[in-house]
């Protein structure tokens, strides 16, 4: 992808040092940190120098040491962030930089507190927060740095213009549409989804859960013996598509399958955890011996019915159940004013922003499922 400079994070250090430098070198150097170092000083450049245009960019990482997952071990060393970055920053300038830059892997205070005790960047550019990048660089107090946060989806790209005698602009680029695939990026994509099938859930570290009501998924067509009417109205619904359309997609990416991709299938299929991507017990597990929990059925919305059913179909022989009948149908309601929220687990702002805006449950996605017992 033709990246300049890229900083560590505490996932990369886990590959360990040898496979980080073999990469490193493995084209064009890339890699550039302030204060990461594996093996010995030298190896790694702690910046870089770019030229774009008139202008000498200076470039450097910090890995904020607060943010390693586990212990480096022997080969790799992270230095104290405030030292390294001042030396990172003296380098720069004395090789002539004339804008200075620090990607910073790490919480934001810790980022605008290393600003305040480094001083003289321009830019530093914070991995992280919730979501969304910001849509305008922050000024930190006591400096004259400004700052970026990234989001953490890597959906947008940020693009940041330098001009003679003004300060410098800034866009967030959201990679829509309106961006083709590059064919590299495809064929990643591609190899990535063939090995996560390889893999299988096991091999990724997934394994089912039990439901916190204790109850099993039955899928929907046990519920058409009650509902019909609600279940046609499903059954005619993008609902009931969900799995086939990751099997088949229908638009630009449909020579790739997603129905192996545990962050895919959890809002595809029925009995997974949307948010964590992980099936319940009795929740699906493929298209063969799990195909009656095929698209996002009734019991994502209205939990696991196997009590339900077992309840409705022992009324006519089983003295006393009413009571629990009567519970067990209260269970599985889901009022129309908590509904939303329910569907933002799945209808969140990366996978279908269009949700979000003001009436569109309302008036878009609830009349296409509409529906009443």
């Keep these: 992808m033709k990246y300049q400079a890229i900083g560590y994070g505490p996932a990369d250090l886990r590959i360990g040092a040898g496979d980080l430098i073999a990469m490193a070198y493995d084209d064009d150097p890339m890699f550039v940190s302030g204060n990461v170092t594996l093996f010995e000083e030298g190896l790694l450049p702690t910046y870089k120098v770019l030229r774009r245009g008139e202008w000498r960019i200076g470039v450097t990482s910090i890995l904020d040491p607060e943010a390693l997952e586990a212990a480096t071990g022997s080969e790799i060393t992270v230095a104290p962030t405030k030292e390294a970055a001042e030396a990172a920053l003296k380098s720069m300038n004395d090789d002539g930089a004339e804008f200075r830059v620090l990607t910073f892997y790490g919480e934001e205070e810790a980022a605008k507190k290393l600003m305040v005790d480094a001083q003289g960047y321009d830019l530093i550019v914070v991995t992280g927060g919730y979501g969304e990048p910001l849509y305008q660089p922050q000024a930190i107090d006591g400096t004259k740095t400004k700052l970026i946060v990234t989001g953490n989806k890597g959906m947008y790209a940020g693009l940041v213009g330098l001009y003679q005698n003004q300060p410098f602009k800034y866009a967030r680029v959201p ?17 990535y989804q063939k090995q996560l099938e390889q893999l299988g859930f096991s091999g990724l570290g997934i394994s089912p859960t039990p439901h916190r009501s204790g109850h099993t998924f039955v899928g929907s067509q046990a519920c058409a013996e009650c509902h019909q009417n609600a279940f046609d109205i499903w059954e005619n619904s993008a609902h009931a598509q969900a799995t086939a359309h990751l099997v088949k997609p229908p638009k630009e990416r449909g020579d790739i399958p997603r129905h ?7 809002c595809h299929v029925t009995g997974w955890n949307p948010q964590g991507y992980y099936p ?8 063969t011996s799990t195909a009656h929990l095929t698209g996002n059925g009734c019991e994502n919305c209205h939990g696991p019915g196997s009590a339900h059913v077992a309840a409705e179909k022992e009324a006519a022989t089983t003295p006393g159940i009413e009571s629990l009948r009567a519970k067990l149908r209260q269970e599985v309601q889901l009022p129309l004013e908590k509904a939303r929220e329910h569907c933002m687990e799945c209808h969140d702002l990366d996978n279908s922003p269009d ?14 499922i509409e529906h009443n017992n």
């Design 260 to 266: 192996f991709d545990p962050e895919c299938i959890s």
């Design 280 to 287: 319940y017990k009795s929740g699906y597990m493929d298209l």
């Design 175 to 191: 990679l829509s549409h309106e961006f083709k695939d590059a064919p590299q990026m495809r064929k990643l994509m591609a190899d």
């Design 355 to 368: 949700f979000h805006d003001d009436g569109a449950f309302e008036d878009i996605y609830w009349p296409e």
